[in-house]
T-cell receptor, first 111, second 114 residues
């Protein structure tokens, strides 16, 4: 599996936007970029995924660099409930390869 | 829709004892996964089922871990005998198909081996 690099931790103030970076310089043309997050004492939950174009949903936005070697998860207005570990994962969606989780980024939100 | 159900929520056992975890995936989800999450790390895949067949169990310690998914629905994961290093959260996830459809995780079973 292609690897991703994320900062260990980040901090944000409540009600401000948060940009969570992910580097994936060895991404292949068929790899999708997935983001999951894990709230305390919960299993991971799906946030968003994309291939080449930027994606938006009710939870977040995903900005993908033109060369696809990096991406950014954007939380438009952080709340205390967004404090979690965020995982950036690459996966070839046409196959049956399971998601491989790294250590992710621990996001703290300050009131 | 109902989520992925797991039980028990917590379990404490002594080393060398056996333990079993149960998972009920979302109805209609063909693919089921068991992950192990050690404190401070990301989840690590143990086994993947497609309906009631095993797709990938390459990281399952087969000398002590076993898993089954009867009738392609519920699944159980067993550890026998348990070791101290098995202390972790065991997460079950299900999906309609592959990762494109997204995984839905249960809340996990926290196992402590003393």
């Amino acid at each position: 599996d292609a690897k991703t690099t994320q900062p260990n931790s980040m901090e944000s103030n409540e009600e401000e936007p948060v940009h969570l970076p992910c580097n994936h310089s060895t991404i292949s043309g068929t790899d999708y970029i997935h983001w999951y997050r894990q709230l305390p004492s919960q299993g991971p939950e799906y946030v968003i995924h994309g291939l080449t174009s930027n994606v938006n949903n009710r939870m977040a936005s995903l900005a993908i660099a033109e060369d696809r070697k990096s991406s950014t998860l954007i939380l438009h207005r952080a709340t205390l409930r967004d404090a979690a570990v965020y995982y950036c994962i690459l996966s070839w969606n046409s196959g049956n390869t399971p998601l491989v989780f790294g250590k992710g980024t621990r996001l703290s939100v300050i009131a | 829709e109902a989520g992925v159900a797991q039980s028990p929520r917590y379990k404490i056992i002594e080393k060398r004892q056996s333990v079993a975890f149960w998972c009920n995936p979302i109805s209609g989800h063909a693919t089921l996964y068991w992950y192990q999450q050690i404190l401070g790390q990301g989840p690590k895949l143990l086994i993947q089922f497609q309906n009631n067949g095993v797709v990938d169990d390459s990281q399952l310690p087969k000398d002590r871990f076993s898993a089954e998914r009867l009738k392609g629905v519920d699944s159980t994961l067993k550890i026998q005998p348990a070791k101290l290093e098995d202390s972790a959260v065991y997460l079950c996830a299900s999906s309609l198909g592959n990762s494109y459809y997204g995984y839905t995780f249960g809340s996990g079973t926290r196992l402590t081996v003393v």
